[in-house]
């Protein structure tokens, strides 16, 4: 059963068209990584290993596309420190939020932005996130938070064909 553990954790999944379903670990604690399994399998196999924790993402027919965070570790119980602190946790690879696409089993990175400096539990998580519903094939839109340089951007991308 994947439940229980913090390596585990995640916010979404993605059932694709090759039968697997994939999701990406939401941890600031532990290494993050997308995964996959089929369903009523317990195998859970590693695709990729990614910048930080993820918390959106969304899909189209045949692709996924999906953000990392730059957030903070655990509080240290001093309030005006974690309130001000901007050192991601030790599950954040470095300071860049990044834009993923997963198809056909494979992973890429599409674009990185550096987190905007600001403390990052008083303020935002650096990331991107992306609209509901279904995105067409050839684009996909993603929307910049507490990100230099895309900060309350929307941006569209297109896919080659």
Same mark, same amino acid.
């Given at each position: 059963m994947l439940?229980? /553990?913090q390596r585990f954790r995640a916010c979404w999944l993605w059932q694709a068209p090759? &039968? %697997?379903n %994939?999701?990406?670990t939401d941890s600031q604690l532990e290494r993050n990584r997308v995964l996959r399994f089929r369903a009523g399998d317990a195998d859970v196999k590693e695709v990729a290993s990614i910048a930080g924790s993820s918390i959106y993402a969304a899909q189209g027919e045949c692709y996924a596309c999906f953000s990392s965070s730059v957030e903070p570790g655990e509080p240290s119980g001093r309030t005006f420190k974690d309130f001000t602190e901007r050192?991601? &946790?030790p599950g954040i690879e470095g300071r860049d939020a990044v834009i993923y696409v997963l198809e056909k089993g494979r992973v890429n990175d599409v674009l990185r932005a550096r987190m905007d400096g600001w403390p990052l539990r008083l303020a935002?998580?650096?990331t991107f996130s992306f609209p509901g519903g279904m995105m067409p094939d050839n684009r996909f839109y993603a929307f910049g938070r507490a990100v230099k340089r895309f900060d309350g951007d929307c941006?569209?991308? /297109?896919?080659?064909a």
């Open positions: 439940c229980g /553990e090759d &039968g %697997y %994939y999701f990406a050192t991601p &946790g935002q998580f650096a941006l569209l991308f /297109e896919r080659a």
